[in-house]
């Protein structure tokens, strides 16, 4: 049985909060592990509008006490400052690492993307969420993940 893990979901908000919704929503559902309190939008734009040390330094209290950082993949993702940041971060807090193209996840408007490419480097997994079977697979992909990173 996999160990109790507690995600952090890097993602574009405004392109892909509904697709991140879902692997989030399967993640919960599905084990019963938890995520990293999901990003409310209206919290983001308050913090952002701090400046940016009040955004790194939010960034850094919300994956507080996580193990693994999942980044989710859409068209846009791979021009996001602030994905390049979590994913640092991450690299920098010894999380596990693995990424997701999401763009095939239909939307709440049903509509698909494309993937703007993959973000990390290649010895972190990347997987498709419809192809690979994402919702039967996410679990085992964040505990490798996990484990490649010695947790």
Request: aromatic content about 12%.
């Amino acid at each position: 049985m996999a160990k109790y893990r507690k995600v952090f979901f890097s993602f574009h908000y405004d392109e892909d909060v509904d697709r991140a919704m879902v692997v989030r929503n399967s993640w919960v559902t599905k084990g019963g592990q938890e995520a990293a309190r999901f990003v409310d939008k209206a919290d983001f734009e308050a913090v952002k509008k701090k400046g940016e040390k009040a955004l790194k330094n939010w960034i850094n209290k919300q994956m507080k006490g996580t193990t693994v950082t999942v980044v989710l993949i859409g068209s846009k993702t791979c021009n996001r400052k602030w994905v390049k940041y979590e994913i640092d971060h991450s690299i920098d807090r010894g999380n596990g690492l693995l990424e997701i193209d999401v763009s095939k996840i239909k939307n709440l408007q049903r509509k698909t993307t494309t993937r703007c490419g993959w973000m990390l480097p290649a010895e972190y997994a990347d997987y498709l969420w419809n192809k690979d079977k994402g919702y039967d697979n996410l679990g085992d992909w964040v505990e490798e993940a996990a484990k490649q990173a010695g947790h």
